[in-house]
């Protein structure tokens, strides 16, 4: 956070306003001109876990317990960022908890419900880490299974999603069959219209390099459910590195997604979403690259704004 030189009077009264000594002006310019420069002092973070919560008062705290004592144990620099989605019931107060414990853990609370694209976005663009995973609330996935995710992204990956589709030796799903039909399904349809390689396009456990955050996230539209698709079409439409890594998961009961409503919402949003990005390309995204510094800070600004003005 920048210092405003305002606040230069308060942290430096006898320099602004010295009682025996007449500052020059050069000087007091030189001082405002360099207190400008100056950040608050902050640990580097070299993971931002994003988590969207909505009526979680009840599956959350299991997996920020996990989440805190993982990155504990490996002392790995790291912040929790979970934005509350306008939940009714006593969401936000258990993660006031959390942060009154750990200062690696932030709320971001909205007054109503925006969606899950939305509030993952706005997460993200609040983050301060390297690399940034955003994951579920109700914890299906184990957040030791990151590790896999990293290992892509060390590799070369721009991002890596988990996926529940691929067949693994050393991983297992646990989940119904009803679920796993209409799983398969919509994303049988997602190949046909727009991404010919993702088994699983709808784990909410996905890892990102920032630079791919940023510049996928802020072209992101989706609220809803379906932003998930949204956002590997950008990265394929951009050239990016997808790696898909098979990973534990299991079902936990209590989801917000309705199969039947929100699956037709999903459907309808993929057409539109081949419309709408239909401009995506390498060059957008090496035009993107050239910039980075100056796009970070605007996208930093509108996630503030974003903050500010739900």
Known sequence: MTVKPESIRILFPAWTN???MNLQPTTSERLSNWMERQHTSAPSVSISVVVPAFNEERRLPPTLIDIIDFFERKGTPYEVIVVDDGSRDNTAEVVRKFER???????????????KGHAVRLGVLNSRGLRILFVDADGATPIAEMERLQAAL???SDVAIGSRALASTDTKVATS??????GRVFNRCVNIILLPSIADTQCGFKMFSRKAALFLFR???SDRFSFDVELLFLAHKAGLRVAE????WTNVPGSKVNLVV???LMF???FRFRVLHRGVSREAYEQFEQNYDLLEKEAAAEARHAADHP
């Open 268 to 270: 309808r949003d993929v």
């Open 219 to 221: 072209k992101q539209t």
């Open 18 to 20: 010295p009682p025996s």
């Open 245 to 248: 890594v098979p990973i534990n």
């Open 154 to 156: 060390d590799s070369g």
């Open 177 to 182: 069959l009803h679920r796993k039909v209409l």
């Open 262 to 264: 929100d699956a037709l």
């Open 101 to 115: 414990v750990r200062p690696e853990v932030r709320l971001i609370q909205l007054p109503k419900n925006q969606g």
